[in-house]
Antibody, heavy 119, light 107 residues
Framework: EVQLLESGGGLVQPGGSLRLSCAAS????????MTWVRQAPGKGLEWVST?????????YYRDSVTGRFTISRDNSKNTLYLQMNSLRAEDTAIYYC???????????WGQGTLVTVSS | EIVLTQSPDFQSVTPKEKVTITCRAS??????LHWYQQKPDQSPKLLIK???QSFSGVPSRFSGSGSGTDFTLTINSLEAEDAATYYC?????????FGQGTKVEIK
């Protein structure tokens, strides 16, 4: 069974940093693109970032996080990361990791981790 | 950026009724359109991929159609467990985008 388990969320002050992790199991992690999607409280889904699979390291970001967020992966640990710097109040959201993003659907999704940016 | 516009935003439906949700793309995306269901306090789950392909384990009452710019998700004979918010998502051109969501409530 494919499973994705996020961790690392929490309360952080504006301007602070957090690193999210997503532990993957049940599939050949290195072969697949991986993606972060976020959902602000009571709002819809918003794509954040994708990293390529197949051993590649191409990365893609939405404009509002470019230069502040960095997506990466450790294929030896089957883990996806999102380093988030210079956090803003508008980054407050549940962050989901999802398998896919290389031009197809996202499936499955993890349970999400809540990031709250507030003083 | 491709904008996906869903309609309606909200629908209140009685059990066994048919539900139709539309998703319109701001430019053509072929069949690179996927549908998700999100129940309260849960993560989204894939329902339909590539506009009309059923996904494993999804009840047959869910179906999708369309191509180009206009797409439809249909729920035949709605059940109480289908109360959720439904999202479309395009994977044709970066940045990947989602529709704003359609909330389906059971009367």
């Amino acid at each position: 069974e494919v499973q994705l388990l996020e961790s690392g969320g929490g309360l952080v002050q504006p301007g602070g940093s957090l690193r999210l992790s997503c532990a993957a199991s049940g599939f050949t992690f290195i072969n697949y693109a991986m993606t972060w999607v976020r959902q602000a409280p009571g709002k819809g889904l918003e794509w954040v970032s994708t990293i390529s699979g197949g051993g590649g390291t191409s990365t893609y970001y939405r404009d509002s996080v470019t230069g502040r967020f960095t997506i990466s992966r450790d294929n030896s640990k089957n883990t996806l990361y999102l380093q988030m710097n210079s956090l803003r109040a508008e980054d407050t959201a549940i962050y989901y990791c999802a398998k896919g993003g290389g031009g197809g659907p996202f499936d499955p999704w993890g349970q999400g981790t809540l990031v709250t940016v507030s003083s | 950026e491709i904008v996906l516009t869903q309609s309606p935003d909200f629908q209140s439906v009685t059990p066994k009724e048919k539900v139709t949700i539309t998703c319109r793309a701001s430019q053509t995306i072929g069949s690179s359109l996927h549908w998700y269901q999100q129940k309260p306090d849960q993560s989204p789950k894939l329902l339909i991929k590539y506009a009309s392909q059923s996904f494993s384990g999804v009840p047959s009452r869910f179906s999708g159609s369309g191509s180009g710019t206009d797409f439809t998700l249909t729920i035949n004979s709605l059940e109480a467990e289908d109360a959720a918010t439904y999202y479309c998502h395009q994977s044709s051109i970066l940045p990947w985008t989602f529709g704003q969501g359609t909330k389906v409530e059971i009367k």
